[in-house]
T-cell receptor, first 113, second 113 residues
Framework: AQSVSQHNHHVILSEAASLELGCNYS??????LFWYVQYPGQHLQLLLK????DPLVKGIKGFEAEFIKSKFSFNLRKPSVQWSDTAEYFC???????????WGLGTSLAVNP | DGGITQSPKYLFRKEGQNVTLSCEQN?????MYWYRQDPGQGLRLIYY???????QKGDIAEGYSVSREKKESFPLTVTSAQKNPTAFYLC????????????FGPGTRLTVL
């Protein structure tokens, strides 16, 4: 069965530290990849997405992610986090010819000022 | 303003009562989804609908029911058969012809007492 694995469940960082959140998926065919963010008290919103082309994609608020097909990975990065990045981050994959997303369990990020 | 509306934001019900959660969108999106979000468990798909008058079970459909009589509306009923209904419920939609990027409503937090 297709699955998405987020390696870090809880991450605590200080402001200005660099961030990398891991995401791996299990599917051998074409995929569309997403990172969503849920700030405290707010609804889920799209951070960035990959459909095709340049495997390094840039999203909102300085986030980027790199699609490495050989590793089935789509890790999220930010060079310098801010307190306002405190949120829950979800990786999701659309695989095959259907309209469902497969979700990771999420990573809770806390950034200390 | 286009968007997805879920009401109410907080809902309380007594055990044994059915309750219906509202989801309305004015984005002209074809497909709509219901998820349940519990701490540490990510998003789990309850039901989804790709067109009016058609819907499919997701991964955790037991104890839930839906209808899709109008394109704009996809209400979810949490029945008394749902063993653990207290949760945060999210509605999402996808535009026609998209790469399955999902747009989310603000969610309804249901507490069954």
């Amino acid at each position: 069965a297709q699955s998405v694995s987020q390696h870090n469940h809880h991450v605590i960082l200080s402001e200005a530290a660099s961030l990398e959140l891991g995401c791996n998926y299990s599917y051998g065919g074409t995929v569309n990849l997403f990172w969503y963010v849920q700030y405290p008290g707010q609804h889920l919103q799209l951070l960035l997405k990959y459909f095709s082309g340049d495997p390094l994609v840039k999203g909102i608020k300085g986030f980027e992610a790199e699609f490495i097909k050989s590793k089935f990975s789509f890790n999220l990065r930010k060079p310098s986090v801010q307190w306002s990045d405190t949120a829950e981050y979800f990786c999701a994959v659309n695989a095959g010819n259907n309209r469902k997303l497969i979700w990771g369990l999420g990573t809770s990020l806390a950034v200390n000022p | 303003d286009g968007g997805i509306t879920q009401s109410p934001k907080y809902l309380f019900r007594k055990e044994g009562q059915n309750v219906t959660l509202s989801c309305e969108q004015n984005l002209n999106h074809d497909a709509m989804y219901w998820y349940r979000q519990d701490p540490g468990q990510g998003l789990r798909l309850i039901y989804y609908s790709q067109i009016v008058n058609d819907f499919q079970k997701g991964d955790i459909a037991e104890g839930y029911s839906v209808s899709r009589e109008k394109k704009e509306s996809f209400p979810l009923t949490v029945t008394s058969a749902q063993k653990n209904p207290t949760a945060f419920y999210l509605c999402a939609s996808i535009p026609t012809g998209s790469y399955n990027e999902q747009f989310f409503g603000p969610g309804t937090r249901l507490t069954v007492l």
